[in-house]
């Protein structure tokens, strides 16, 4: 067998190269070295269920440095673990070697592990359809727990005993419920038993993760399958502190989840979500979850929003104006249309909003302003709050049509300043 480096790739090569061609050309050169080397985990579901996998990775009997002695280009990531990053063209192969795992004394990784064979490998991954492997090379799957007709039976099931795998790693509770909403599965009695009973400890997960699975379930249709199961579970309310205001919403959120457009953000998801909260609350909850700035803004700027549609023949030509202005005005929209078909009302205020969006030329919902405050100092107006009162009072008569020249607008402000003096 060779041991010597991988061949590196010939510009041909490069300029052709998928994910899945520089997984194999890992496996094969660890193969080609006399090392039992697969394609692992998640990708072999996702080829088995005839989807293409995002990206791939290899589970390998060769140790990290042989690993990193086989090919030019790596970074160990996780050398406590058995993890190498191997990479082949543009593309960065997760090469780990095969473990068992020790204690989880924090909840989420092991204090040690203790490299193995493939069979105890799979042993200590989280799901049946998660554990499987595939030898690119002699094309067969190697299924050590079952998988297969997991898939076939369309169904979550933990491996080993689910008691322990939800102890050692609580965020398995939060990717089950991905994993059942976004394949449309169900979760087998007992691991479905254990994540109940486990529930209150998805609270000792950081907010990062806490908030990175939730984004990918909501950006994904089934987004209303995953709240459900997230309530049903108990997990729902240990997400963060905040969450506990949602009992008594879980129903309604989850119809008007279900009821968003295909292809709808995580923000307006969790504007929909946290749609019964206070302002407070909802600032509060953005922050528990970790949530970015721009997140964060969307969020509360929805959440005060949110009935500002509710009678579109009484709101002004300005107030949809500037309503319109707002970047976040589509998820506006999208989540009053997805709300009264929830709760089962007439959509005639939603085709009325929309009627009037239409009527409205592009370049007329943030125009120019017609007065400035350097017109306001020319009239040697003293510099203070009064400038910005004049100057709102001035553009709101004018995205309300009343306003179309700067002398009209000029007139406007001599009249609001007189009533001021």
């Not at 191997?86 to 095969?98: D, H, K, L, M, S």
């Not at 399958?225 to 502190?241: N, Q, T």
Request: positive net charge; hydrophobic residues 40%.
């Amino acid at each position: 067998m060779s041991s010597r480096p991988a061949r590196p790739l010939s510009p041909a090569e490069r300029q052709t190269l998928t994910p899945r061609g520089a997984a194999l050309r890992v496996v094969r050169a660890l193969q080609t070295a006399g090392h039992v080397a697969y394609f692992a985990g998640g990708c072999v579901r996702d080829m088995l269920l005839g989807k293409r996998p995002d990206d791939y990775d290899v589970a390998t009997s060769a140790e990290p440095r042989e690993v990193i002695r086989l090919f030019r280009r790596t970074q160990q990531v996780g050398a406590k673990f058995g993890v190498v990053l191997v990479r082949i063209g543009p593309y960065a192969i997760e090469t780990a070697t095969f473990r068992t795992d020790g204690d989880y004394a924090d909840g989420r990784r092991p204090a040690a592990v203790r490299f193995t064979d493939a069979r105890h490998d799979a042993a200590r991954r989280d799901f049946t359809i998660n554990g499987m492997f595939y030898d690119p090379i002699a094309r067969c799957v190697i299924d050590h727990v079952d998988g297969q007709n997991d898939l076939k039976r369309r169904v979550i099931r933990a491996i080993g005993s689910p008691d322990r795998r939800f102890a050692e790693d609580h965020l398995r509770l939060l990717r089950a419920i991905r994993f059942a909403a976004r394949l449309d599965f169900e979760i087998e009695r007992g691991t479905w038993a254990a994540m109940r009973e486990h529930a209150p400890a998805i609270a000792r997960i950081s907010p990062e993760r806490i908030w990175t699975e939730l984004i990918a379930m909501f950006e994904h249709p089934r987004r209303a399958k995953a709240f459900s199961l997230l309530h049903r579970s108990g997990v729902l309310f240990h997400l963060w502190p905040q969450a506990q205001a949602l009992r008594g919403h879980e129903n309604l959120i989850e119809d008007w989840l279900g009821e968003l457009p295909v292809r709808s953000s995580a923000d307006l998801c969790l504007a929909v979500v946290l749609h019964a909260m206070s302002r407070a609350k909802v600032g509060e909850s953005c922050d528990a979850l970790r949530c970015s700035n721009q997140t964060r803004r969307t969020v509360t700027w929805v959440h005060e929003k949110q009935n500002a549609l509710n009678e579109p023949g009484r709101l002004t030509l300005a107030d949809l104006k500037l309503l319109m202005a707002h970047e976040a005005f589509g998820d506006l929209v999208s989540m009053f249309a997805a709300r009264l078909r929830a709760t089962e009302q007439s959509l005639a205020p939603y085709r009325r909003i929309r009627a009037r969006i239409r009527a409205i030329p592009q370049q007329d919902v943030a125009p120019r302003p017609l007065l400035t405050g350097d017109d306001l100092a020319r009239l040697n107006v003293p510099r203070g709050p009064i400038y910005k009162k004049v100057l709102d009072q001035v553009y709101y008569a004018q995205l309300n049509g009343e306003l179309s020249t700067r002398e009209s607008a000029h007139r406007y402000a001599l009249e609001l300043l007189g009533k001021e003096t």
